[in-house]
């Protein structure tokens, strides 16, 4: 056997080797739940690898536990609550809110674009899993809904708002959990959208950080990417043209801090990314796949 087939046989060994160990961490308990598009997948904090993952009805329950809005409520009363929510698989480019609709989404995985109006000023944002679409309005009547579309491949379960008003005020833990939702919106407009101070490219890399925790699908080389956004879609939520966003990822891509394809945004470092974007760092900051070792 020559050097070369001795090297390949080490590489492939080297590979089995990280698999086994992985699925090794696995069954010790070392491995935390992430969402990446619509399932569920082991993640394992000591080395930043994505594993295997649950899909179908099994990553559709654990979707609805890992929300926080859902998983606020009494574990006794959720199952009857989610009950009344009508499970939706929404395809790129579908509206959800809006003139179409006054149905309030509880975002289980996915990327959605959402963009109010309040007189001549526009608004936009991306949101992700986690997030209640229509909770503003639960709160306040007066609000006209904005509009939301899908960015791609979106599960979520609906509500009418009329229902789940009345039920915010007739049961103290809705409108409890809806509250809390709420805050965390606002939260984030802050923290994610109205850094005014910092460079552009500064700015999206901090929007990338948060659109991978929310946004995130599968991604081979590097664990998790960020799909469905385009260059226009960022430009209207960090408020700058789309020229500025072209230049901010120029800079990024020179940095070796992210790859880009058609509505794809793939992160080599992300530790480096959020320390470029001066935010704080990710709890679950993912290497690669363990698949792909």
Known sequence: MGLAGKRQQEVLAQARRSVQDARRRQAAGSWQPMVLGNSVYAFDEETGLVGHGLSGSRAVRALIDLHPFLAGLPQSFRHDFTALMSTRSNPRSAQLRGSVSSMVHVVLSGCVYEESSYGEDTTARIHGAGSVLGVAEVFDPDLLAPTARCLNSTLTLAIPLPRLRAMAEGVAAVGVALGKALAEQLAIGERVYSRHSLSPEQRLAGL??????????????????????????????????????????????????????????????????????????????????????
Do not use: W
């Open 208 to 293: 990338f950080v948060h659109l991978l925790d929310r946004c995130a699908v599968p991604c081979l080389t590097h664990g998790r990417m960020v799909e469905g956004p385009s260059q226009t879609d960022l430009a209207a939520a960090l408020s700058v043209s789309r020229a500025t966003i072209e230049n901010a990822l120029k800079v990024l891509r020179e940095g070796g801090l992210v790859t880009t394809g058609y509505r794809q945004y793939r992160f080599p470092n992300e530790r480096g990314l959020a320390e470029f974007g001066r935010v704080r760092m990710p709890s679950q900051t993912v290497t690669g796949s363990a698949e792909a070792q």
